[in-house]
């Protein structure tokens, strides 16, 4: 997936469970740090070992309110990832990929962003026909 799709993604949720949405949308892209740091793509950085004691960092340093949006942000860019060809090492340090490859990357990206788009179209819609004046 690519990271704005992570992104939109992840703002979705934030806003359906009512989560501040910056940390959601920056906690969806922390995974892909891998990238530029010398170790294996989707590792340690995709594993729920991380996300638990990352999670666990923001709600003694920030708050629950604050820990759910990065658990909700980080876990949204694993449950994507899944789809990939070449998974996710769920829980690393164990060495297996869960991988759920139904369709190609580009679809998949085009699916997600798709049904991103329709819900937030949906929702200003909705905002505007019963908005309260
Ligand atoms: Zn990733």
Redo the contacts with the bound molecule.
């Keep these: 997936?690519i990271g704005f799709v992570?992104s939109l993604f992840s703002l979705v949720l934030a806003i359906v469970f009512n989560l501040n949405p910056a940390v959601a949308v920056v906690a969806s892209l922390l995974?892909?740090v891998?990238i530029i740091l010398p170790i294996q793509?989707?590792e340690i950085?995709?594993s729920v070992l991380f996300m638990v004691l990352v999670s666990l960092l923001f709600r003694f340093r920030f708050g629950k309110k604050h820990a759910s949006a990065f658990a909700v942000g980080f876990s949204s860019?694993?449950f994507?990832?899944i789809f990939?060809k070449t998974g996710?090492k769920l829980f690393w340090p164990v060495d297996y990929s869960f991988s759920l490859p139904l369709m190609s990357s580009n679809t998949a990206n085009l699916s997600v962003l798709v049904i991103c788009l329709v819900f937030l179209l949906n929702m200003q819609t909705k905002s505007f026909i019963f908005r309260e004046d």
Excluded: C, G, I, T
């Design positions: 997936m992570h995974p892909d891998d793509h989707r950085f995709h860019h694993l994507l990832d990939s996710v």
